[in-house]
């Protein structure tokens, strides 16, 4: 199998020069092979949302390297190399239906598309094929994703990072805070 992601040797820490400085990662050495379905699990304040934001280089290591495909991130990466990098790499933060934002559902699993270029027919069709993988009605495409119930909105904004069609799907917590029924749903989708 070829090797996808790799973190060599990763430190992170938050503060440094500070008083409050904190250690979040110490010395990180992982690989997550290409096809690969692979959970972190850790005590709350372990690191695991800081090891996450590190494979789409939202944050960077203090010391070390991740290398995400021909990709390498160091401390030294400069953001500007990176917004074609993030639209391989999609990320479901915690909440993400905290970010939803436009007048209907299918606006909103269009913008990432758009705002990387598509037409807006392209990203329409890729909208609709989001939202269809994560099992959204067509009748709800026209309404306000805030008149959703809380596992809808979750599915609606796990679609539009679906939207950009990423080789790597990273999920933080996407099940917190939902139901059973909302949390077998997510589970389900992501496995799809
Ligand atoms: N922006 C920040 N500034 C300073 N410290 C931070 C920051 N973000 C996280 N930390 C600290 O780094 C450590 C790791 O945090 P992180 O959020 O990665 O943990 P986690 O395992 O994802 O936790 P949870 O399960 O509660 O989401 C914690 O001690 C946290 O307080």
Redesign the pocket.
């Known amino acids: 199998m070829d090797k996808e992601i790799s973190f060599s040797n990763v430190n992170h820490v ?2 440094p020069d500070s008083p ?1 400085a ?1 250690l ?1 990662l110490d010395n990180v050495n992982l690989t997550i092979n290409r096809g690969s379905f692979t959970a972190i699990i ?10 996450a934001q590190h494979i789409n280089a939202l944050i960077k290591p203090t010391s070390g390297s991740i290398q995400v495909g021909a990709y390498e991130i160091t401390n030294h990466t400069t953001n500007k190399n990176l917004k074609r990098f993030r639209q391989h790499v999609g990320m479901v933060f ?1 909440f993400p239906e905290k970010q939803l934002f436009a007048e209907t559902v299918i606006k909103d699993v269009m913008f990432g598309p758009q705002n990387y270029g598509q037409t807006p027919a392209d990203a329409q069709q890729a909208a609709i094929a989001a939202l269809k993988l994560v099992n959204i009605d067509e009748e709800l495409f026209e309404k306000s994703p805030f008149d959703l119930s809380g596992g809808q909105m979750r599915r609606v904004a796990i679609a539009g990072v679906l939207a950009m069609n990423p080789e790597i799907l990273i999920l ?2 996407p099940t917190a805070g939902l139901d059973p029924e909302g949390h077998r749903e997510i589970m389900t989708l992501v496995k799809n």
Not at 42 to 51: E, F, I, V
């Open positions: 938050y503060e409050l904190k979040a850790g005590h709350t304040g372990s690191g695991k949302s800081t090891l915690q933080d917590e």
